[in-house]
């Protein structure tokens, strides 16, 4: 029992700083949007190509007679891959920063849909689904580093920005699967690898100015704001921010992952219309990350969270027993209001643990990336024993898990 405890203690002791202890920032010279803009950018390429799985479900579903239960382990695949490897890369990067890390890992990306192109079996769909979660294990951690360095202080915007560009990746991605994929088949899945070449380019160039400016002693120019909380309460604090994190991705999931087949189900629409739904579901989500990280740095990341999570509670309960005109118009606010969350949540676990940008930046997004895998693998098994549309009902009320923002701390109106 002593030694399980004490085994305890050292593990939270190296994720934990056993004081407070003062929190960087950023450097004083400015936000530097050119980098900000540059690792935006390969965002977009890096979820476009992702999405580009999950948007062919119903083509490979075709394809490979596929259950609903193998699509989601498909998910799975790709999400848990990442989920592992994220926190472990953040933990690395931070002791041993690898500023041309992100373009290498890019390269797992480009073989992966390669692979997904070409594969004439369902295990080789895994295994080039895997390779794609293997890049998203690099790029993530690192880029949002990058952000997070380029702020010139402003953590919430530049952490908006960055992944804006992923939600607009993910939002591009489907729209480019239902004009291109489906009409010209599985392998037309391979013209879309240029933008893992492309991405490759801009990141060695990204990784050159991440060199540079750790060569350069940017950290004389941090500035620095002290985190006053016993190591108990950041404890709990992480606690509350993972599973709001459960919440929202699980609740995301069921409509990134079916509702597609949601739409195909209950409304009868064709397979275009339904990714152009989703494609406009995608780019709600887009837009409320956008606003979340710059008004959590203006009136506080608490009440970003807040109003997110548990604010759409009503829309979430509503959407299960509307037309199609309500569908469209409740998921378009769902999706922007919930997405607010994150950005405002990434910020507000790195000013809990300072000193661990990758680390924090790796689990939270290693846990999005490996509880919605899971969670696509648990719905798609709901799915085929209840029907989709039980799933909508079901998740429904995870919203109510955002009273628990309750105990979250406030750090103040502006602690960027």
Same mark, same amino acid.
């Given at each position: 029992?002593?030694?399980? @405890?004490?085994?305890?203690?050292?593990?939270?002791?190296?994720?934990?700083?056993?004081?407070?202890?003062? !929190?960087?920032?950023?450097?004083?010279? &400015?936000?530097?949007?050119?980098?900000?803009?540059?690792?935006?950018?390969?965002?977009?390429?890096?979820?476009?190509?992702?999405?580009?799985?999950?948007?062919?479900?119903?083509?490979?579903?075709?394809?490979?007679?596929?259950?609903?239960?193998?699509?989601?382990?498909?998910?799975?695949?790709?999400?848990?891959?990442?989920?592992?490897?994220?926190?472990?890369?953040?933990?690395?990067?931070? !002791?041993? *920063?690898?500023?041309?890390?992100?373009?290498?890992?890019?390269?797992?990306?480009?073989?992966?849909?390669?692979?997904?192109? /070409?594969?004439?079996?369902?295990?080789?769909?895994? /295994?080039?689904?895997?390779? +794609? &979660?293997?890049?998203?294990?690099?790029?993530? *951690?690192?880029?949002?580093? %990058?952000?997070?360095?380029?702020?010139?202080?402003?953590?919430?915007?530049?952490? =908006?920005?960055?992944?804006?560009?992923?939600?607009?990746? =993910?939002?591009?991605?489907?729209?480019?699967?239902?004009?291109?994929?489906?009409?010209?088949?599985? $392998?037309?899945?391979?013209?879309? =690898?240029?933008?893992?070449?492309?991405?490759?380019?801009?990141?060695?160039?990204?990784?050159?100015?991440?060199?540079?400016?750790?060569?350069?002693?940017?950290?004389?120019?941090?500035?620095?704001?002290?985190?006053?909380?016993?190591?108990?309460?950041?404890?709990?604090?992480?606690? %509350?921010?993972?599973?709001?994190?459960?919440?929202?991705?699980?609740?995301?999931?069921?409509?990134?992952?079916?509702?597609?087949?949601?739409?195909?189900?209950?409304?009868?629409?064709?397979?275009?219309?339904?990714?152009?739904?989703?494609?406009?579901?995608?780019?709600?989500?887009?837009?409320?990350?956008?606003?979340?990280?710059?008004?959590?740095?203006?009136?506080?990341? !608490?009440?970003?969270?807040?109003? =997110?999570?548990?604010? +759409?509670?009503?829309?979430?309960?509503?959407? *299960?027993?509307?037309?199609?005109?309500?569908?469209?118009?409740?998921?378009?606010?769902?999706?922007?209001?919930?997405?607010?969350?994150?950005?405002?949540?990434?910020?507000?676990?790195?000013?809990?643990? *300072? &000193?661990?940008? &990758? /680390?924090?930046?790796?689990?939270?997004?290693?846990?999005?990336?490996?509880?919605?895998?899971?969670?696509?693998?648990?719905?798609?098994? +709901?799915?085929?024993? !209840?029907?989709?549309?039980?799933?909508?009902?079901? @998740?429904?009320?995870?919203?109510?898990?955002?009273?628990?923002?309750?105990?979250?701390?406030?750090?103040?109106?502006? $602690?960027?």
């Amino acid at each position: 029992m002593s030694e399980t @405890c004490s085994d305890e203690a050292v593990l939270t002791a190296a994720v934990i700083p056993a004081a407070p202890q003062p !929190k960087a920032q950023s450097h004083l010279g &400015g936000t530097v949007f050119p980098i900000i803009a540059a690792v935006s950018f390969c965002h977009l390429l890096n979820d476009m190509m992702q999405s580009m799985l999950a948007a062919i479900y119903p083509m490979l579903k075709s394809n490979f007679s596929l259950s609903f239960g193998q699509i989601g382990l498909l998910t799975f695949t790709f999400q848990i891959t990442a989920s592992f490897l994220q926190p472990l890369v953040g933990i690395f990067t931070d !002791k041993r *920063p690898q500023p041309y890390s992100l373009a290498f890992g890019m390269a797992f990306t480009f073989v992966g849909l390669i692979g997904l192109a /070409l594969a004439p079996s369902y295990w080789l769909l895994l /295994l080039s689904a895997g390779l +794609v &979660g293997v890049g998203s294990s690099v790029f993530h *951690p690192e880029s949002s580093r %990058v952000a997070r360095m380029a702020s010139g202080g402003r953590l919430g915007l530049a952490q =908006s920005l960055f992944q804006v560009g992923g939600n607009f990746g =993910s939002a591009i991605g489907p729209l480019l699967a239902a004009f291109i994929v489906v009409p010209r088949g599985q $392998s037309s899945v391979a013209m879309f =690898s240029g933008a893992a070449l492309v991405a490759m380019l801009v990141l060695w160039r990204v990784g050159k100015w991440y060199a540079s400016h750790r060569k350069d002693g940017a950290r004389k120019t941090m500035i620095y704001v002290p985190v006053d909380l016993p190591r108990r309460k950041v404890l709990l604090t992480l606690g %509350v921010l993972v599973t709001l994190m459960f919440s929202k991705f699980v609740y995301m999931v069921s409509l990134s992952s079916y509702y597609t087949f949601y739409l195909i189900h209950k409304f009868g629409l064709q397979i275009p219309q339904a990714q152009i739904l989703l494609f406009v579901f995608l780019g709600s989500v887009a837009a409320g990350t956008v606003l979340g990280g710059p008004i959590g740095d203006r009136i506080g990341r !608490k009440y970003v969270i807040w109003c =997110s999570i548990l604010g +759409v509670l009503p829309f979430t309960l509503s959407l *299960p027993y509307v037309d199609l005109t309500w569908t469209v118009v409740l998921s378009v606010v769902i999706g922007f209001v919930l997405a607010s969350a994150f950005p405002a949540i990434v910020v507000f676990g790195q000013e809990l643990v *300072p &000193g661990r940008v &990758g /680390l924090i930046a790796g689990m939270f997004f290693g846990f999005s990336f490996g509880i919605s895998g899971s969670a696509a693998a648990l719905l798609g098994m +709901v799915a085929d024993a !209840k029907g989709i549309e039980f799933v909508y009902r079901l @998740c429904s009320f995870l919203p109510l898990l955002g009273l628990l923002t309750v105990f979250l701390p406030n750090l103040g109106k502006r $602690s960027a």
